[in-house]
């Protein structure tokens, strides 16, 4: 008897329906994975995450700020305005003294007395001999500057000679004196050195010229000096 054929049919169906369930199963199977996987990688997406700063703690309402150092009072500035002026005045003080001996501090008066002779040390230019003059209207000793006063030259006789024609001088001490004779050294006769030079000499002072009025290479001062004290040198020499 022959075999039928729908039970072979129905077979045949039924094993593809069973090859159609296979994906769906293993659909199902996936899925609990997927969520496993979600749920793992959820925590470690929570840790990577940065943390948020830690918010600044806001200072409590009433507390007090912190005091400042009161303004120095007005008797410590007083001590130390008073302290500054001492410290000052010591220095100004100290500098002065150390000019003096030193020869600064400009021009002073001799020490010396009429009668005296001393030794003197020079400082000049050679333009000195021209430019080097006095006006007064006193002698002293016979001597007298070139002039009378700055607008008139000495009407009494000897105008010319060295010897009887006081001059202004400052010694290299920084001493100013007025004398005679300086110029008709012979140790100035011959050519001069072109820089200023000292020399040293001899000086007799002779008696004291009353308000001189002094001429130096820059014109004539602008008032009188004092006494000023006049003689004559003598026994001059270069200094080399």
Request: net charge negative; proline share 9%; glycine share 10%.
């Amino acid at each position: 008897m022959a075999e039928k054929e729908p039970d072979e049919d129905k077979d045949e169906g039924g094993a593809e329906d069973e090859g159609h369930d296979e994906p769906e199963a293993e659909a199902k199977e996936e899925a609990p994975k997927a969520e496993a996987k979600a749920e793992a990688k959820a925590p470690a997406a929570a840790k990577a995450a940065p943390a948020k700063a830690p918010t600044k703690k806001q200072p409590k309402a009433g507390k007090a700020a912190p005091r400042r150092a009161p303004p120095p009072s007005s008797a410590s500035l007083g001590k130390s305005m008073v302290l500054f002026v001492v410290v000052v005045g010591t220095l100004a003080a100290g500098f002065a003294l150390l000019g003096q001996e030193r020869g600064g501090g400009g021009p002073r008066g001799p020490a010396w007395k009429p009668g005296q002779t001393v030794d003197v040390e020079i400082t000049l230019v050679a333009g000195d001999k021209r430019e080097l003059n006095c006006a007064a209207t006193d002698e002293v000793a016979g001597r007298h500057c070139s002039f009378e006063t700055p607008t008139k030259v000495w009407g009494k006789g000897d105008a010319g000679d060295d010897k009887k024609t006081l001059r202004p001088y400052t010694s290299t001490d920084n001493v100013q004196f007025v004398a005679a004779g300086l110029w008709s050294e012979p140790a100035l006769a011959n050519n001069l050195p072109t820089t200023r030079f000292s020399v040293k000499c001899k000086y007799t002072v002779e008696g004291k010229l009353k308000s001189p009025t002094f001429h130096w290479e820059s014109g004539w001062e602008g008032q009188p000096r004092g006494e000023m004290l006049a003689g004559v040198l003598t026994g001059c020499t270069l200094v080399p």
